[in-house]
């Protein structure tokens, strides 16, 4: 799910200044001259209204000359001031999607408001984070909702990102679970539950975590089966590996299913008592001895 990640260390507004400088030299300098301080505005509305397209609507005097924004960021001269500041916001140091919370280095650079409605905001960094290739294939160039609530969270702007908002229940039977639901975390309010609902609709993430869920699953079983071996405490070891999958994110994939079975008292019990299936041969060969 989701990861918090803190803005880029840029100021948004100076950037806007510096590229309409640079503009002086080009063809389209009387174009940015005219702008500069409408698009200054522009940026700051942005800041303001934290990136909600709600609040924030497409501006006719970008969108008509959209091409002049979006080589700005598809083709930065060699010496140009965003140039910088698209490198730095590409570095691929995450190692997980902030957007949907899966593992792996996230390949490309979303705009959360997408360039090509937004063309004025294609290379204000607070409008970029990287995403994976497939939260890029599902969000397009969505926005909004049929009923005009926006679709996505917001990585930089929405600070309740930092608990952990959603909650896996996993069904029974225990040895392979018939059903495994992501939902919203109750301790959220329903405007807010109702958004993440709409970001893991819109971008898949409960069929994708479905997969996870399933792999994760059989190295529980395995890890329960090592655990009672070692006459370990179960709760104790399911505790560690919990606590090393929030250190990557509370919101990591990992996080959430090892949540999830410390809140099973249950599931707990079954791991700790019952016949598991990767147990078996050797509770078999026990009983023959
Ligand atoms: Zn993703």
Sequence with gaps: MVT??????????QLVNQVVDQRQRGRN?????????SWKQ????????????????PWARAVSFKTRFLSLYSSPQADSVQKPVLEK?????????????????????????????????????????????????????????????????????????????LQ????????APASMELRPSVNLSPAL????????????????YYHFFREQYTHLLGSAADIRE??????????LFR????????????????????ANDPLLLYLETAALPGLEPWMQACAAE
């Excluded at 918090?4 to 507004?13: K, Y």
């Excluded at 070692?230 to 505790?239: A, D």
């Excluded at 606590?243 to 410390?262: P, Q, T």
Aim: charged share 25%; hydrophobic share 35%; aromatic share 10%.
């Design 193 to 208: 539950q109702a958004l993440i609902t709409r970001h893991i609709e819109n971008l898949g993430i409960s069929t994708r």
């Design 89 to 165: 916001l590409r570095e691929r140091t995450l190692q997980m999607c902030p957007a949907c919370g899966e593992d792996g280095t996230p390949n490309t650079l979303d705009h959360y408001l997408p360039k090509t409605e937004f063309p004025d905001f294609a290379v204000t960094a607070v409008n970029l984070f990287p995403m994976c290739d497939t939260c890029q294939g599902w969000k397009l160039e969505k926005v909004l909702s049929q009923d005009g609530e926006r679709l996505f969270l917001h990585p930089y702007f929405d600070e309740f990102l930092d608990q952990q908002v």
């Design 42 to 57: 522009r940026v700051q509305h942005y800041i303001e209204a934290r990136g909600n397209p709600e609040v924030v609507t």
């Design 29 to 37: 300098r009387g174009y940015f001259e005219g702008i500069r301080a």
């Design 243 to 262: 606590n090393k999958a929030r250190r990557k994110s509370i919101n990591s994939w990992g996080h959430i299913f090892y949540e999830s079975v410390l």
């Design 230 to 239: 070692e006459e370990l405490n179960m709760r104790q070891q399911l505790t």
């Design 168 to 175: 896996l229940s996993i069904g029974e039977p225990y040895h």
């Design 4 to 13: 918090r990640l803190q803005r880029p260390a840029i100021d948004d507004i």
